[in-house]
T-cell receptor, first 111, second 113 residues
């Protein structure tokens, strides 16, 4: 059974800092990996989707990488801003299976 | 284009009561999903649908029922509410099944007392 882990559970950084969020998964047979953002009391917003054949995806200040063989993905946020404060979730779609979510990293960016 | 909408936003139920959570999407997606999110836990799939008239169980279907009579609507029915069903419920839709980006509604926060 696929399991997705995100460490740390919470992170606080000063504005302007570059940061990395980590996601690991136990079964490397995945179709893709997605990173989502969740604001308090709101639904999830998809940030980046990396197909299993890809190594990374970029959108603005966000860069997500995927290393299938080691079961890891990272989300890099450049020049963090207070507006980036949210919970970040990663989720994997495994072969013949559904979307498995991690429990998220709660990010606070201090002005 | 409203995306995925859910009603109500909040609800308190007594044990044994029933209710229906509404979900509507206007993106003409064939695939729709219901998830629950418990504190400190990842989202769990309750039911999903691949098109009007076709639904299937997810990871945690017990205590819930769904129907899909139109492409736009995918209501979730709770029968005989129990405290274990206290959670935040999210509806989502996508163009492709599971392997495509999913678009989420804002959620329904349900408390069963």
């Amino acid at each position: 059974k696929q399991e997705v882990t995100q460490i740390p559970a919470a992170l606080s950084v000063p504005e302007g800092e570059n940061l990395v969020l980590n996601c690991s998964f136990t079964d490397s047979a995945i179709y893709n990996l997605q990173w989502f953002r969740q604001d308090p009391g709101k639904g999830l917003t998809s940030l980046l989707l990396i197909q299993s054949s890809q190594r990374e995806q970029t959108s603005g200040r966000l860069n997500a990488s995927l290393d299938k063989s080691s079961g890891r993905s990272t989300l890099y946020i450049a020049a963090s801003q207070p507006g980036d404060s949210a919970t970040y979730l990663c989720a994997v779609t495994s072969s013949g299976d559904k979307l498995t979510f991690g429990t998220g990293t709660r990010l606070a960016v201090r002005p | 284009n409203a995306g995925v909408t859910q009603t109500p936003k909040f609800r308190i139920l007594k044990i044994g009561q029933s209710m229906t959570l509404q979900c509507t999407q206007d993106m003409n997606h064939n695939y729709m999903y219901w998830y629950r999110q418990d504190p400190g836990m990842g989202l769990k799939l309750i039911y999903y649908s691949v098109g009007a008239g076709i639904t299937d169980k997810g990871e945690v279907p017990n205590g819930y029922n769904v129907s899909r009579s139109t492409t736009e609507d995918f209501p979730l029915r709770l029968e005989l509410a129990a405290p274990s069903q206290t959670s935040v419920y999210f509806c989502a839709s996508s163009y492709g099944l599971f392997t495509d980006t999913q678009y989420f509604g804002p959620g329904t926060r349900l408390t069963v007392l």
